[in-house]
Structure formats: C-alpha cells, structure tokens
C-alpha cells in the first residue's frame, strides 16, 4: 500500500512513480493499494502516473485498486478518468482490502 500526500504534479510524479514501480515489482501478481486522500491536488501528470502504473501492474499479473473519498480533492481529477481505464476506487481502505480481487484481463 501506498499512502500518497501533497501534490502529485509535474515536480513531485517521478518520486511516486519510481516508489510504484518498486511496489509493483515488489509483489508481482498482487494488489497495490494507493491510498489518495491526503492528496491535495492531482494534476494531470500525477494522473497519468497512476494509469502507468495500474499499466504496469496488470501486465505483472496484479492491480492497482484507489481509495479516495468522493470529497477529497483527487477525486475531482478521477472523473476524468476514461471508462476503459477500469480503475477499481473505493472510498475507505477497508472496503478496498476487503473487496475481491479484480479478475485476470480480458485478451
């Protein structure tokens, strides 16, 4: 699980997406939790950085699951995620580890 804070944006992405990388090649096949809410703004490359990641996550054989409160300020910004993104996000963290695990994909 990643507990992400402050700004994801242009300054701030790479170090996120190099701690992501590791988690993702940490546990291949797992899930990767990113925990969002004390994210105070997700600005478009911080958005880019999570889909790379569900990316590589998924064709490890894992996932990547958001926990954000439909109130937090990252929420705002995951509207404009495409449909086909199949992002799974909850808005607790214990409706996320509790959830099933989202099933192989679809080729």
């Known amino acids: ?24 090649t940490a546990d ?9 809410n004390r994210v105070g703004f997700l600005a478009a490359h911080g958005l880019a950085a999570v889909l790379a990641t569900h990316d590589h996550a998924r064709r490890s054989g894992g996932s990547v699951v958001l926990v954000v409160d439909e109130v937090a300020p990252a929420a705002a910004t995951l509207r404009f995620l495409p449909a086909e993104a199949a992002l799974l996000i909850y808005s607790t963290l214990t409706a996320a580890l ?10």
Do not use: N, S
């Open 1 to 24: 699980m990643l507990t992400l804070a402050g700004d994801m944006d242009i300054a701030t992405t790479d170090v996120f997406a190099t701690a992501a990388a590791g988690a993702v």
């Open 98 to 107: 509790a959830a099933p695990a989202p099933g192989p994909e679809p080729t």
């Open 28 to 36: 291949p096949g797992g899930r990767i939790v990113l925990e969002l």
